[in-house]
């Protein structure tokens, strides 16, 4: 039996400096100091680093690990592949009014959950396997992303490229608070769209003007009634902009959109609908752009077959296993569309994502680890 516990000061210690490197997406040098951190350890552990040189978020990191030596024994199966990002949402300098600390029993800092604490998790568990001999026998690897928070632009292919070669993918996004891992992701998509209109003097000649916010608003109540939520649809009109000064008529109005989707030909749906907007104003005009850009990772049969086999390698464990799903995208999403078997939201237990708020159970460091180094050696 491993002594997971043993590996909690170095857990300790490895998050505190992930945490403590800022990294917010697009800050290219910024991501690369946290690149450098998990390369280092890669290494010290025995693992092989190719670095995905990238100029717009920051490199990505791909860690390799053979399988053990087994004499007589060759293997051809695919392996695992463990994906984490190593951008947060945290502009430099949070730390300084949200510093990394533990209270009761949490701990806090921008990006701890999403997702420094599952880096962490998928290194300790490999360290954890190595040093007790408990490798499975077929190549594990770990892609270490830049860009998740910005819409996974640069890394998608590089995913998509290593999941293909896994029997089993593993993302340490941070579970639910009551330790669910995630079996359904909405898929995400977001669209622009700008309205011309014609500008004149709101007193002089107001009936040769047209009205871009007014063009804009019968848009905005359009896409909004597209929100189905039996089909657990939603359309989301987040920002809205026009206009100059009050005594112009407007000539420019825009909205950006957000959409989520659970259910296929949902999206295809809303696509053509938001490309089908006619003007209503006589003398506007829309230009419209944006797309699916993340499909949705539906509780399928495939995941859930997945699901029940990683239940019972947990239940053999001692571990209870639950299952959840959230609106919120991640890389799973893009997983999910391939036919491979994934499983998402292994990392740290915590919440309150993307707010100063956010947190981890420290307890979950060790028992996630726990987790993750199971399903690996029981898969
Ligand atoms: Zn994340």
């Known amino acids: 039996m491993i002594n997971y516990d043993l590996y909690l000061p170095s857990m300790l210690d490895l998050l505190k400096r992930l945490v403590e490197t800022e990294s917010p997406s697009h800050d290219t040098s910024a991501v690369n100091n946290v690149g450098a951190i998990i390369g280092e350890e ?24 053979d399988p053990p030596l087994s004499p007589g024994k060759a293997t051809h199966e695919k392996g695992f592949l463990l994906l984490s990002h190593m951008d947060t949402v945290f502009p430099v300098g949070t730390l300084t009014h949200m510093p990394f600390n533990e209270k009761d029993g949490r701990i806090l800092g921008p990006g701890v959950s999403d997702m420094k ?28 992303t830049s860009d998740e928070e910005a819409g996974s632009h640069t890394s998608r292919k590089w995913i998509e490229k290593l999941a293909k070669d896994a029997q089993l993918v593993l993302v340490l996004e941070p579970g639910m608070p009551d330790g669910s891992i995630k079996t359904w992701r909405k898929g995400v998509g977001d669209f ?47 920002v809205i902009q026009g206009g100059i000064v009050v005594n112009v008529v407007p000539e420019k109005a825009w909205m950006d959109v957000d959409l989520r989707v659970m259910q296929p ?23 419209i752009s ?36 959230t609106g919120g995208a991640s890389d799973g999403n893009f997983v999910a569309p391939l036919g491979i078997p994934v499983l998402d939201g292994l990392g740290a237990i915590g919440g309150d994502y993307h707010s100063e ?6 307890d979950s460091l060790v028992s996630r680890t726990r987790l993750l180094a199971t399903l690996l050696q029981n898969w």
């Open 357 to 362: 708020k956010e947190y981890i159970i420290k």
């Open 117 to 144: 604490a599952g880096a962490v998790i998928g290194l300790t568990a490999l360290i954890a396997l190595l040093e007790n001999k408990k490798m499975p026998l077929v190549p594990i690897t770990a892609l270490f």
């Open 42 to 65: 890669v290494k010290s552990m025995g693992g092989k680093i190719e670095i995905i040189h990238n100029e717009t978020s920051g490199n990505h990191i791909i860690a390799r690990f």
């Open 192 to 238: 622009h769209i700008v309205v011309h209109g014609q500008a004149a003097h709101s007193g002089g000649n107001h009936e040769n003007g047209r009205n871009a916010i007014e063009e804009l608003s019968h848009h905005v109540l359009a896409i909004q009634g597209l929100t189905d939520y039996s089909r657990g649809t939603t359309l989301n009109v987040g």
């Open 265 to 287: 030909g949902e999206a295809e749906r809303i696509m053509e609908a938001i490309y089908n907007l006619k003007p209503v104003l006589q003398g506007t005009s829309l230009e």
């Open 290 to 325: 944006g797309n699916l850009n993340r499909p949705p990772m539906p509780y399928g049969e495939l995941m859930q077959s997945t699901f029940e086999h990683a239940r019972e390698i947990a239940a053999e464990d001692g571990i209870t296993l639950t299952a959840a799903g």
